[in-house]
């Protein structure tokens, strides 16, 4: 109950319009005092081809000025060290329009949502050729190195964003324009989260975790990957979420040991474990949690023994949150567990053992552990499931980061042929091969969210259920179809910032 309580003390009625404007503009401030004199151009997301197509509003865009709606723009001009103009450019008012795709603030009620002057969007270029004529330095946030394949019959033809072809633009117009892509600088920003932003992000996770608790009872009652991720996502939308936060990954037998696999049609075995990685999306913001559950209701010897040893890892690793730490600790700590337990488990030759990972006179090695572990242990949270956090520019934790910690074992069957074959590789591989076919097909990860505060680390996933007997137990509740709605969770989307 008084977790409760200080969730819904942050969701209170003064956090709403003006206050998060304050904070919105107290972002854009902070920006400013990190970069030159100069013209900052942010750009929103561009309109979807088609308006029966959900649109997102760019993260950044979103973390400066609050507004979702599509082809917008930010121009602040600096000059003597302060920001002296503002400009929002939107699409305006066009009722025949709307009719399709619902309304729209337009010139007049962006600068009452925002606090910003408002323009219309055709009016951009028109500015910034104006300004770039003064020689004027740009800075610009936007989708910039992002590439997408135009074709899959010319897979090597490649398009530019329309913030590429924008900055293209005035380029070829102006060549001695200076262009500066600033979006580390706002990143960097985003990786410390605002009471606001934990509001939204604890909700994403509650949701989440009341999903997980919803699929554990489920398994023994539905027979395939597909009803738990509709189960799922029916359960995020009931309580308010936008949708998921990504593909919803529901992963049994050897799916399980597939990081991203997001097909979801398999039927489960009885001896199959089953990794479910999801997360909802709330008011923009994203949760991420994972668990790992045996389709029989109870963990065999061998899912225990590789269970446990990701559970280790993961305690290991959740020790060195400590305001101050290096972050890196946090992976040594994991990787080390992990590398001995394998070890243990006769899965490696031992925690330093290596294998030739390239072929030559002198084969280049690899840690043997990263035949069952590829990934990393962990990423931030926020706007975008791998959203940036303080840590991975500072290499330091650090009050208002929040982040994932994620490791996992993967035994694929054809593991060990993987390894290139060399006479070493070889002689690894028959001494491994037993223990792989014993734990093959088992994969297990298991993914909880945290933050850093003042007073230490909060664990913030604590809903889902985690440990061995914790699963076991929640999968013996009976499943009779979804829960009975909690009103109070519903309700809070009418008051979230």
Same mark, same amino acid.
């Given at each position: 109950?008084? %977790?409760?309580?200080?969730?819904?003390?942050?969701?209170?009625?003064?956090?709403? &319009?003006? *206050?998060?404007?304050?904070?919105? &503009?107290?972002?854009?401030?902070?920006?400013?005092? @990190? =970069?030159?004199?100069?013209?900052?151009?942010?750009?929103?997301?561009?309109?979807?081809?088609?308006?029966?197509?959900?649109?997102?509003? /760019?993260?950044?865009?979103?973390?400066?000025?609050?507004?979702?709606?599509?082809?917008?723009?930010?121009? +602040?001009?600096?000059?003597?060290?302060?920001?002296?103009?503002?400009?929002?450019?939107?699409?305006?008012?066009?009722?025949?329009?709307?009719?399709?795709?619902?309304?729209?603030?337009?010139?007049?009620?962006?600068? !009452? +949502?925002?606090?910003?002057?408002?323009? &219309?969007?055709?009016?951009?270029?028109?500015?910034?050729?104006?300004?770039? @004529? %003064?020689?004027?330095?740009?800075?610009?946030?936007?989708?910039?190195?992002?590439?997408?394949? !135009?074709?899959?019959?010319?897979?090597?033809?490649?398009?530019?964003?329309?913030?590429?072809?924008?900055?293209? $633009?005035?380029?070829?117009?102006?060549?001695?324009? !200076?262009?500066?892509?600033?979006?580390?600088?706002?990143?960097? =920003?985003?990786?410390? @989260?605002?009471?606001?932003?934990?509001?939204?992000?604890?909700?994403?996770?509650?949701?989440?975790?009341?999903?997980?608790? !919803?699929?554990?009872?489920?398994?023994?009652?539905?027979?395939?990957?597909?009803?738990? *991720?509709?189960?799922?996502?029916?359960?995020? $939308?009931?309580?308010?979420?936008?949708?998921?936060?990504?593909?919803?990954?529901?992963?049994?037998?050897?799916? /399980?040991?597939?990081?991203?696999?997001?097909?979801?049609?398999?039927?489960?075995?009885?001896?199959?474990?089953?990794?479910?990685?999801?997360?909802?999306?709330?008011?923009?913001?994203?949760?991420?949690?994972?668990?790992?559950?045996? &389709?029989?209701?109870?963990?065999?010897?061998?899912?225990?023994?590789?269970?446990?040893?990701?559970?280790?890892?993961?305690?290991?690793?959740?020790?060195?949150?400590?305001?101050?730490?290096?972050?890196?600790?946090?992976?040594?700590?994991?990787?080390?567990?992990?590398?001995?337990?394998?070890?243990?488990?006769?899965?490696?030759?031992?925690?330093?053992?290596?294998?030739?990972?390239?072929?030559?006179?002198?084969?280049?090695?690899?840690p043997q552990f990263r035949l069952f572990y590829m990934h990393?242990?962990?990423?931030?949270?926020? =706007?975008?499931?791998?959203?940036?956090?303080?840590?991975?520019?500072?290499?330091?934790?650090?009050?208002?980061?929040?982040?994932?910690?994620?490791?996992?074992?993967?035994?694929?069957?054809?593991?060990?042929?993987? +390894?290139?074959?060399?006479?070493?590789?070889?002689?690894?591989?028959a001494r491994l091969r037993p223990a792989v076919q014993y734990?093959?097909?088992?994969?297990?990860?298991?993914?909880?969210?945290?933050?850093?505060? /003042?007073?230490?680390?909060?664990?913030?996933? $604590?809903?889902?259920?985690?440990?061995?007997?914790?699963?076991?137990?929640? +999968? @013996?509740?009976?499943?009779?179809?979804?829960?009975?709605?909690? %009103?109070?969770?519903?309700? $809070?989307?009418?008051?979230?910032?």
């Amino acid at each position: 109950m008084i %977790r409760r309580l200080a969730l819904a003390a942050l969701l209170v009625p003064a956090l709403l &319009a003006a *206050q998060s404007r304050q904070e919105y &503009a107290a972002r854009r401030l902070t920006l400013e005092t @990190k =970069l030159p004199d100069g013209v900052l151009v942010a750009l929103g997301a561009p309109e979807p081809a088609h308006d029966y197509v959900n649109f997102s509003q /760019a993260a950044s865009f979103y973390w400066l000025t609050g507004f979702r709606e599509p082809d917008a723009a930010l121009v +602040m001009v600096k000059r003597g060290g302060q920001v002296i103009s503002s400009t929002m450019f939107v699409n305006p008012l066009q009722p025949t329009r709307e009719v399709w795709t619902g309304h729209r603030a337009g010139v007049e009620g962006v600068q !009452e +949502m925002t606090g910003i002057r408002g323009r &219309a969007s055709s009016e951009l270029w028109k500015m910034l050729d104006s300004m770039a @004529k %003064r020689g004027l330095p740009f800075q610009m946030v936007g989708a910039f190195g992002t590439r997408e394949v !135009e074709d899959d019959s010319a897979p090597t033809r490649i398009s530019r964003t329309a913030d590429e072809q924008l900055a293209d $633009r005035l380029r070829r117009r102006h060549p001695s324009l !200076e262009i500066t892509i600033v979006n580390d600088a706002v990143e960097q =920003l985003r990786g410390t @989260k605002s009471a606001a932003e934990m509001a939204n992000i604890r909700q994403a996770i509650e949701i989440t975790a009341l999903a997980h608790r !919803e699929a554990m009872s489920a398994v023994q009652a539905v027979r395939n990957e597909f009803e738990l *991720q509709a189960l799922i996502e029916y359960t995020f $939308r009931r309580y308010g979420a936008d949708r998921p936060a990504f593909s919803t990954i529901v992963g049994s037998g050897p799916n /399980a040991t597939t990081l991203h696999y997001t097909t979801n049609d398999r039927f489960f075995e009885v001896n199959d474990m089953i990794v479910m990685d999801i997360g909802a999306s709330y008011r923009g913001y994203a949760a991420d949690i994972t668990r790992s559950v045996p &389709a029989s209701g109870r963990f065999s010897p061998s899912q225990r023994d590789i269970y446990q040893l990701v559970r280790d890892a993961q305690s290991a690793a959740e020790r060195q949150i400590r305001v101050g730490a290096p972050s890196r600790l946090m992976n040594d700590s994991a990787e080390a567990v992990l590398a001995r337990g394998l070890a243990r488990l006769r899965l490696i030759d031992s925690p330093g053992a290596t294998y030739d990972c390239s072929t030559g006179a002198t084969p280049r090695q690899c840690p043997q552990f990263r035949l069952f572990y590829m990934h990393g242990l962990g990423h931030g949270i926020g =706007l975008e499931v791998h959203d940036p956090d303080q840590y991975t520019y500072t290499a330091t934790l650090a009050p208002g980061s929040v982040f994932t910690l994620e490791p996992g074992i993967y035994v694929r069957e054809r593991v060990l042929e993987e +390894m290139p074959r060399t006479p070493r590789n070889q002689e690894i591989a028959a001494r491994l091969r037993p223990a792989v076919q014993y734990y093959r097909n088992i994969g297990i990860r298991i993914e909880d969210d945290y933050a850093v505060t /003042a007073q230490g680390m909060v664990w913030l996933s $604590r809903g889902a259920p985690r440990e061995i007997a914790e699963i076991e137990a929640q +999968m @013996k509740v009976p499943f009779t179809g979804p829960s009975p709605r909690d %009103r109070e969770l519903v309700d $809070r989307y009418r008051t979230a910032p």
